[in-house]
C-alpha cells in the first residue's frame, strides 16, 4: 500500500505540475485515497472508494492557492542561510499541503453513513456558490461594496461561511459534524490570516501573497473542531499526514539539487514534483495504514442518499478531468497554427462562464459524458449494469484505473503540441509509471485480502490516539530538521555559496535577508 500509492501520487502530483493550482493538486488526493481503501485489506474501506477518492481529492486542493515557487527558489539561493530558510518554508508548505488530504481521507473512514452522507448537501451549495461567485467575477469588478465582502480570497471563505450557515438553518437535518467541520475550517482560516498577517506581519515570500497563513490556520481549524468532537483518528491523520508530507515535500526539493548536479539538460522542476508526489504518497499511506486496525467498522446499511456515490463518482471521473483539461485549448492555440480560440464563432472552452458564452465545445462534450455518466450509474443503483464488476475490489479496480488513465491521457494532450526532447522525464516516465501501476494495483490487492479490525471503543484523544499523536509530532519534527537541514547541506556542498541553477536562465538567484535581498521581485 505504501509504495503504491507513492507511485500512484507521484503521477498525480507530476500531472498536477502541468495545470496547478486546486484543481491539479486535486488529481493526487483522488488516486491517492483509491489506493489507500483499496490496498487496506478491508472491505468496508473499499466500499467507500468513492469517498476516500472524493475527500482525498478535496483535501489536497487546498494547498493550491498556496504560493511555493519562491520557497523552491530560495532552496537553490547563494546565500547560506536563505537556502536553509527555504528548506523550512518549503516543509511548512508541504505539511498545510498534506494535512488537509489525511483529514479527508480519515473523514471517510471514520464518520457514519448518515453524517458523511449530509455532509454533501452543505458541500455542494458551497461549490455552487463558488461558482457563482466566478461567474459574477467579470460582472461585480466595478461593484466596491461586493469587492469589499466578497472579493478575492478572504470574500470566498466570507461566502464558505454564509452559505453553510443558510443550507443548516433552511434544513436542520443537514446540521452535523460535516457542517461545523467546515465552519471551524473556515474559521481557522481567519484566524491564521489576521494572526500571522494582520497582527505579527509575517512574511514568508515576499512580495508573493500570504495564503499559506489562512491554511495553516485551516489546519488547526481542523485539529480543533477534531478535539471538540472527540475524532481522534482524523486529528492523528491530520497531524501525521501534515508533518510526515512536509518531510516528504522537503526530501522532494533535495533530490532535485542532488540529481541537477548531473549536469543533464532535463525538466529537474518535474523531476521534483514527482518525487515530491512520492514522497506525499508514502506519507498518506503510512498514517492511514496505522489506522487500519484502529477505525471501527463502517456500517452502511441502510444505504441513504446513494445520490453522494454518484456524486462522488462523477465529480472525480468527469468533473475533476474537465476542471483541469479545459487549460489545454488555450495551450493548443499557441501552438498550433489556424487553430483559434473560437470555431464558427463558439469558443473551444467557455469554463462554463457566461462571459464567454457559456458553453463551448470541450464543455459541451463533458456535459454530455457528465449526463451519460449519471444515467449509467442511476441505472447500476437499480439494476448492475454487467461490465461493472460485482465486488467492491472490482469496482475498485476499474475506478482506479480508468482514473489512472484519463490523468495521463489529459496529460499527454496538453502538452503534444510543444512535446520537446525534455518532456521524456515528464510523459514518457509518467507512462512508464503508470504501466507498473497497472500491473501493481492488480497483484498487490491480492497481497492482503482481509485485515483483522480492532473496533475502537471510542473516538477521542485518550490512547491509543493521544499515544499515536505524540509519536507523530516526535518523528515528524525530528524527521524535518534531519531533512531541512540535510538538505541544506547538500546545497552548500555540491553548489558552495553559488546558485543552484542554471547562470541566466530563467530563474533568478533569489535571497531573502541582507542588503542583496530580492524581496521585490516577483
Known amino acids: 500500500m505504501v509504495l503504491l500509492t507513492g507511485l500512484s501520487v507521484s503521477i498525480g502530483w507530476g500531472v498536477r505540475g502541468q495545470f496547478g493550482h486546486e484543481y491539479g493538486a486535486a488529481l493526487g488526493g483522488a488516486i491517492g485515497g483509491m489506493t489507500i481503501a483499496l490496498l487496506s485489506g478491508r472491505e468496508d474501506w473499499r466500499a467507500r472508494i468513492h469517498y476516500f477518492a ?19 527558489a530560495y532552496t537553490h539561493s547563494s546565500d547560506s542561510r536563505t537556502s536553509l530558510y527555504g528548506f523550512a518554508c518549503v516543509f511548512l508548505l508541504g505539511l498545510i499541503w498534506a494535512a488537509p488530504a489525511g483529514a479527508g481521507i480519515a473523514i471517510a473512514a471514520y464518520f457514519t453513513r448518515e453524517e458523511l452522507t449530509k455532509f ?18 467579470a460582472y461585480t469588478r466595478d461593484w466596491p461594496r461586493y469587492q469589499y465582502f466578497l472579493g478575492g480570497e478572504t470574500g470566498v471563505i466570507n ?7 443558510a443550507v ?33 506581519h509575517v512574511d514568508m515570500n515576499p512580495p508573493r501573497g500570504n495564503t499559506w497563513a489562512g491554511y495553516l490556520g485551516l489546519v488547526f ?21 501534515g508533518l510526515f508530507g512536509g518531510v516528504g515535500f522537503a526530501l522532494g526539493t533535495t533530490v532535485k539539487l542532488l540529481v541537477m548536479r548531473s549536469g543533464f539538460d532535463t525538466n529537474w522542476h518535474s523531476v521534483m514534483e514527482q518525487s515530491q508526489g512520492f514522497f506525499l504518497g508514502i506519507a498518506l499511506a503510512i498514517s492511514l495504514g496505522l489506522l487500519i486496525g484502529r477505525a471501527p467498522k463502517i456500517v452502511d446499511e441502510p444505504r441513504t442518499r446513494r445520490w453522494t456515490e454518484v456524486f462522488s463518482v462523477v465529480f472525480v471521473l468527469c468533473v475533476l478531468p474537465y476542471l483541469n483539461f479545459r487549460r489545454s485549448p488555450g495551450e493548443w492555440t499557441k501552438e498550433v497554427d489556424g487553430l483559434t480560440e473560437r470555431l464558427y464563432g463558439i469558443w473551444i472552452s467557455s469554463d462554463l462562464m457566461p462571459s464567454r458564452g457559456l458553453i463551448g465545445w470541450l464543455d459541451f462534450v463533458f456535459i454530455a459524458l457528465g449526463v451519460a455518466m449519471v444515467l449509467l450509474l442511476v441505472l447500476h443503483l437499480r439494476r448492475r449494469i454487467p461490465f461493472i464488476p460485482e465486488s467492491w475490489m472490482g469496482k475498485g479496480q476499474l475506478f482506479y484505473l480508468v482514473f489512472l488513465w484519463t490523468m495521463i491521457a489529459i496529460n499527454f494532450m496538453l502538452v503534444i503540441p510543444r512535446f520537446t526532447p525534455i518532456r521524456l522525464v515528464t510523459e514518457w516516465f509518467m507512462t512508464l509509471n503508470a504501466i507498473a501501476c497497472t500491473v501493481l494495483v492488480v497483484c498487490f490487492c491480492f497481497a492482503r485480502s482481509t485485515a483483522t479490525v480492532e473496533i475502537a471503543a471510542e473516538h477521542s484523544y485518550a490512547p491509543p490516539f493521544a499515544h499515536l499523536i505524540r509519536n507523530a509530532v516526535i518523528c515528524g519534527i525530528l524527521g524535518a530538521a534531519v531533512v531541512c537541514f540535510g538538505g541544506w547541506r547538500l546545497k552548500m556542498g555540491l553548489y558552495g555559496e553559488h546558485y543552484a541553477g542554471i547562470p541566466g536562465g530563467k530563474y533568478l538567484d533569489h535571497i531573502r535577508f541582507g542588503p542583496n535581498n530580492t524581496n521585490t521581485v516577483h
Open 159 to 165: 461566502l464558505t461561511i454564509l452559505v453553510v450557515i
Open 168 to 200: 443548516c438553518l433552511i434544513r436542520r437535518q443537514y446540521w452535523g459534524l460535516g457542517s461545523r467541520l467546515m465552519l471551524y475550517m473556515a474559521g481557522g482560516w481567519w484566524a491564521g490570516n489576521i494572526i500571522l498577517i494582520r497582527l505579527l
Open 54 to 72: 472524493f475527500l482525498g481529492a478535496v483535501g489536497f486542493a487546498f494547498g493550491g492557492a498556496m504560493s511555493y515557487m519562491k520557497t523552491i
Open 120 to 137: 454533501f448537501v452543505p458541500i455542494s451549495a458551497v461549490f455552487l456558490s463558488w461558482y457563482a461567485h466566478d461567474a459574477a467575477r
Open 221 to 241: 481549524g481542523i485539529l480543533a473542531f477534531c478535539w471538540r468532537n472527540k475524532q481522534g483518528g482524523i486529528a492523528f491523520a491530520t497531524v501525521a499526514s
